[in-house]
């Protein structure tokens, strides 16, 4: 974008501000119920109406008909005594903390060197680090079971790991790289004139400021293995079968109502898990200001 | 989940004061783990599902041989060209129909909603996508199949019963939901940046809305709508989820034929590898005419 000068901004959201022009208080800046606003919100009905759906239909006592037949706990019931989906859970839950702590230094380590050095290669190192963002995620199933097979290593839980680690690796450096760039690198420099080695200066100065975009990244590469079914499901070896390969299972062949209780569950925790997020990254801006 | 490059310092770096030895050091100890992580689980795999895509009918036990190109001919036989069509197809609508309804709403939020609560409204945008992929997808079933939540609603105002599960419509209908959020944020914060005095400038010279529109705030958010279509293409064209649980036996695509060479009944590792290869390329092409394109239009400006 254009570098603007400091000048100080003309306030256009204050209708009472000297800086508002006349014209404008009652045209296109104010809000009002403008078709915009309608489409907008019939948008907001479209991204929350599958998630209601599922909630609703999870206390419904018919378990095939789109009709409401009466409320009923049963779902839940069911599904609290089902050995599988836990096991699942399990399974996806170890998959998932694995893969992101191990990515969490792998991925901090890397985005910290691409910011600090110049190297010959640098550009081919940095434009592989975004070919997990990029190759869609079948191809990099089947190109780590291909090559798994051609190794000869035996899949199980642990192959689903490494393959998570690829991109869980590659979300983590982005973040952490973007909270690098707006950082003051006079601290760090100060910590090395003042006689910190290297190691010191980077965990004692650059590592708590980073702290906020890592967990970020971490929340993020969390939400996204947990969710991933395509790469679990062509990495996994006998019985690792982790909750998508397990929800995969059940719903190709239609709906079922203890799927829907598990989504009800499913939801409020990634609500919980998003308003934590947010509320990190809330804070540390309100503290950066 | 965005594509851009990351940010490059224009300073010069501190440790380049370092002594060679430390240097060398540090870019290694930095570097070396995640770097011979994705040599070893992502540019390898990729050599050698290419070199097995140069294998034609090969058989569990085989050695590996690279012989001929069957494997991407047999890609362009008609059955098969029929489903990389229709992949691409699917994604362009899909890609289409995230622009035409996500360009308005992140239009609404960066610049029509007051102030204060744009940042919340677009986080409860953006908000489904914490939830799993899986079961938003499963959610459209409920909703579109014959007996489902669109057709009681169709019912009630008297329309006759709509029929879309297990058709592409549904596909394009499940995809769009699924990738409408990461249109919205990136067209977000493209429109965020929008230089509003030239919005007042254009209105005070007298162009009518749809001309200030036309002439000023699509060439400004250009480069947001360059990249956000980009995004929702390239995801679409590989996603399997959307095809595989709303599309039925009608609307096999790319991701789905790969997985069937693989965890289907017949598999074929060669076949899948060589469209495998062709799903990169043609990811590799998108990126490459946004590169080109985009960054032209950028500078047009």
């Not at chain 1, 839980?157 to 952490?176: D, G, K, M, P």
């Not at chain 1, 109502?257 to 997020?277: K, T």
């Not at chain 2, 008297?158 to 029929?163: H, S, T, V, W, Y």
Request: contains cysteine; neutral net charge; aromatic residues 10%.
């Amino acid at each position: 974008m254009t570098e603007t000068a400091p000048t100080p901004q003309p306030d256009l959201d204050h209708p009472d501000s000297p800086d508002f022009p006349l014209d404008m208080a009652h045209s296109s800046f104010k809000p009002r119920l403008s078709w915009q606003s309608v489409f907008v919100g019939l948008m907001f009905v479209f991204m929350y109406l599958p998630i209601l759906v599922l909630v609703v239909y999870s206390f419904n006592e018919s378990a095939y008909s789109a009709t409401w037949e009466g409320f009923t706990w049963q779902w839940y019931e069911y599904l609290l005594s089902d050995a599988r989906i836990f096991a699942a859970l399990r399974n996806s839950l170890t998959v998932a903390i694995s893969a992101v702590a191990i990515s969490a230094v792998l991925g901090t380590l890397m985005a910290v060197g691409l910011a600090r050095y110049r190297f010959p290669g640098r550009q081919l190192y940095l434009g592989i680090s975004y070919l997990p963002l990029i190759i869609p995620d079948i191809a990099i199933a089947v190109a780590t079971l291909v090559f798994l097979a051609a190794v000869g290593f035996s899949l199980s839980l642990w192959t689903i790991v490494a393959a998570h680690i690829v991109f869980c690796l590659a979300y983590i450096a982005i973040v952490v790289s973007t909270r690098l760039a707006d950082l003051d690198r006079n601290l760090e420099e100060a910590a090395l004139d003042l006689g910190a080695t290297p190691v010191q200066a980077f965990f004692q100065v650059l590592l708590p400021q980073l702290m906020p975009g890592i967990v970020s990244g971490c929340l993020l590469a969390f939400v996204l293995s947990m969710d991933d079914f395509l790469i679990a499901s062509f990495t996994a070896g006998a019985g690792a079968t982790t909750l998508p390969m397990e929800i995969f299972s059940r719903i190709r062949t239609g709906v079922k109502p203890d799927v829907n209780a598990l989504s009800a569950i499913l939801i409020s925790f990634s609500g919980i898990l998003a308003f934590v997020a947010e509320f990190v990254r809330y804070r540390s801006e309100a503290k950066r200001r | 989940m965005s594509v851009s490059p990351p940010p490059s310092p224009t300073s010069q770096s501190p440790n380049s004061e370092l002594p060679w030895g430390t240097r060398w050091l540090g870019v290694t100890g930095l570097l070396a783990p995640a770097g011979l992580w994705l040599l070893l689980l992502l540019v390898l795999p990729t050599l050698v599902i290419f070199q097995l895509s140069l294998v034609p009918n090969i058989r569990p036990g085989d050695v590996v041989i690279p012989s001929g190109i069957e494997n991407y001919l047999r890609a362009l036989e008609p059955a098969n060209l029929g489903v990389v069509l229709r992949s691409l197809k699917l994604a362009i609508g899909t890609t289409l129909l995230c622009l035409g309804l996500g360009f308005p709403v992140a239009y609404w939020i960066a610049l029509l909603a007051p102030q204060r609560w744009r940042n919340l409204l677009l986080l409860g945008f953006v908000l489904p996508l914490w939830t799993s992929s899986l079961l938003r997808t499963y959610a459209w079933i409920a909703i579109l199949r014959p007996t489902g939540v669109l057709n009681s609603l169709l019912g009630i105002v008297g329309i006759p019963a709509l029929d879309i599960l297990n058709r592409p419509a549904a596909v394009l209908v499940g995809m769009s939901y699924s990738f409408l959020p990461y249109m919205v944020l990136i067209l977000y914060s493209s429109l965020e940046k929008l230089d509003r005095q030239l919005l007042e400038a254009s209105a005070d010279l007298g162009a009518t809305p749809l001309q200030t529109f036309w002439k000023i705030t699509v060439p400004q958010a250009l480069p947001g709508i360059a990249a956000g279509s980009l995004l929702v293409f390239i995801t679409s064209l590989g996603d399997f989820i959307d095809p595989e649980l709303l599309g039925g036996a009608s609307s096999m695509t790319v991701a789905r034929l790969i997985y069937n060479q693989f965890l289907g009944q017949t598999p074929n590792w060669g076949f899948g590898s060589a469209l495998s290869m062709v799903l990169i390329f043609a990811v590799s092409v998108a990126i490459a005419l946004l590169l080109k394109y985009g960054d032209s239009s950028a500078t047009q400006r």
